[in-house]
């Protein structure tokens, strides 16, 4: 049991950033290991802004860094059109 606490520490250490510019506006990408061979991409949290936690997986930090990327130039290339 005390070889995974070390082990599990470790990794929640381990973080790559990333900063894309996707619709005009700046984000920073963060991926963390949650197991040896599966990573989390999510925003980064920033002091005082609200967030939201929609994380994104992949077997590499670059992996699931592109599949955030690729979701949020989605979301930015959609017209929301007004109620009806």
Do not use: C, N
């Not at 070889?3 to 991926?31: C, D």
């Not at 979701?71 to 009806?84: F, G, I, Y």
């Amino acid at each position: 049991m005390a070889f995974f606490r070390r082990r599990e520490s470790f990794m929640s250490t381990v973080i790559h950033r990333f900063e894309k510019e996707i619709g005009g506006h700046l984000y920073v990408i963060e991926a963390s290991p949650v197991h040896a061979d599966r990573w989390r991409a999510q925003i980064a949290r920033r002091p005082g802004m609200a967030s939201a936690l929609m994380p994104f997986y992949g077997p590499t930090p670059d992996d699931a860094a592109t599949r955030l990327v690729k979701w949020l130039s989605l979301a930015h290339h959609v017209s929301a059109e007004p109620a009806k």
